[in-house]
């Protein structure tokens, strides 16, 4: 079963036209996500693309490239089907710390490196990763301005922005859309960047959905994480939280089984239910996820 036209939307103020499920590409890159079997990535990605699946989410700090290298291989000769969006502005240190870039120098270089990753002539949607509290926002935007002035990117997104720097940018430019964390775990962007989306009729894409696999009830009290696993050092996934978090998708899970759905399916149906602009965006590590989060979310929805 593939995707059907009711599950396409056009981002606001803008020509691009999406599928509501999008791929997440962060594990793609390997870097902060531990073991990752390229193989089974590979055939996950394809088969979300088989599905109808046409929105990609990437950016240059995953797998310091890598991510964008993978996207660029996998859709050789499908790319004017297809709506990318990648990021800018997170830099990986020699030390394996990172930083954060948005001055004019950085952007303008690291959107020519990207469309050389991509092999695109433009960026359909370019994100800033993250804030950058060094670099004044005029500079920013300056560079902004003239990628887009070049042609080099279409539309511009923000991700993981506080509201407030959100209403700043968006008050000295065109943002098209918004990009941030929304699960039933993880619920602030409901009165935050969720919230100014629909008062601004932007986009909305909203990330680990299934809150880095912890609503798939996968997770035990105990369970353990690697180093190089980006859940180790995160408290939604250690000590009395991570209790707390097994506590609340068992009874999530109950519910759902009452329903005849899984506890997957009832998590990306509530973030579907925000219909005015909402893209859900899902990392899939096994072939054959996308498509049964996609028909079962549907059909809870």
């Given at each position: 079963?593939?995707?059907?036209?009711?599950?396409?939307?056009?981002?606001?103020?803008?020509?691009?036209?999406?599928?509501?499920?999008?791929?997440?590409?962060?594990?793609?890159?390997?870097?902060?996500?531990?073991?990752?079997?390229?193989?089974?990535?590979?055939?996950?990605?394809?088969?979300?693309?088989?599905?109808?699946?046409?929105?990609?989410?990437?950016?240059?700090?995953?797998?310091?490239?890598?991510?964008?290298?993978?996207?660029?291989?996998?859709?050789?000769?499908?790319?004017?089907?297809?709506?990318?969006?990648?990021?800018?502005?997170?830099?990986?240190?020699?030390?394996?710390?990172?930083?954060?870039?948005?001055?004019?120098?950085?952007?303008?270089?690291a959107?020519?490196?990207?469309?050389?990753?991509?092999?695109?002539?433009?960026?359909?949607?370019?994100?800033?990763?993250?804030?950058?509290?060094?670099?004044?926002?005029?500079?920013?935007?300056e560079?902004?301005?003239?990628?887009?002035?070049?042609?080099?990117?279409?539309?511009?997104?923000?991700?993981?922005?506080?509201?407030?720097?959100?209403?700043?940018?968006n008050?000295?430019?065109?943002?098209?859309?918004?990009?941030?964390?929304?699960?039933?775990?993880?619920?602030?962007?409901?009165?935050?960047?969720?919230?100014?989306?629909?008062?601004?009729?932007?986009?909305?894409?909203?990330?680990?959905?299934?809150?880095?696999?912890?609503?798939?009830?996968?997770?035990?009290?105990?369970?353990q994480?690697?180093?190089?696993?980006?859940?180790?050092?995160?408290?939604?996934?250690?000590?009395?939280?991570?209790?707390?978090?097994?506590?609340?998708v068992?009874i999530?899970?109950?519910?759902?089984?009452?329903?005849?759905?899984?506890?997957?399916?009832?998590?990306?149906?509530?973030?579907?239910?925000?219909?005015?602009?909402?893209?859900?965006?899902?990392?899939?590590?096994?072939?054959?996820?996308?498509?049964?989060?996609?028909?079962?979310?549907?059909?809870?929805?």
């Open positions: 079963m593939g995707i059907e036209e009711e599950d396409y939307i056009t981002l606001p103020k803008t020509d691009l036209k999406v599928s509501r499920l999008s791929i997440g590409t962060w594990l793609f890159g390997g870097l902060r996500w531990g073991y990752v079997d390229n193989l089974e990535s590979e055939k996950t990605f394809l088969s979300a693309l088989d599905l109808g699946i046409n929105f990609i989410d990437t950016a240059d700090a995953y797998g310091k490239g890598q991510s964008e290298e993978f996207v660029s291989r996998l859709t050789k000769g499908r790319k004017e089907n297809l709506v990318i969006g990648t990021k800018a502005g997170v830099v990986w240190n020699t030390d394996g710390t990172r930083r954060i870039d948005l001055s004019k120098r950085h952007l303008t270089e959107a020519e490196r990207s469309l050389q990753r991509l092999k695109l002539d433009k960026i359909d949607l370019y994100y800033l990763h993250e804030p950058d509290v060094n670099t004044d926002i005029e500079e920013t935007i560079a902004l301005q003239l990628l887009k002035a070049q042609g080099k990117i279409r539309y511009i997104g923000l991700s993981n922005f506080p509201k407030e720097t959100v209403a700043q940018f008050s000295m430019m065109h943002v098209s859309c918004l990009q941030d964390e929304l699960s039933l775990i993880r619920r602030e962007a409901e009165l935050t960047n969720l919230k100014f989306a629909k008062e601004n009729n932007l986009g909305f894409l909203a990330y680990s959905p299934l809150s880095k696999g912890l609503l798939t009830g996968k997770f035990k009290f105990d369970s994480f690697s180093s190089d696993d980006n859940r180790s050092g995160n408290e939604d996934f250690s000590g009395e939280r991570l209790k707390k978090n097994v506590e609340k068992a999530l899970s109950e519910f759902a089984k009452r329903l005849g759905y899984t506890a997957s399916a009832v998590s990306i149906a509530w973030v579907f239910r925000y219909r005015f602009s909402n893209v859900c965006c899902l990392r899939c590590q096994n072939a054959g996820t996308i498509g049964r989060a996609d028909e079962e979310s549907r059909s809870c929805f």
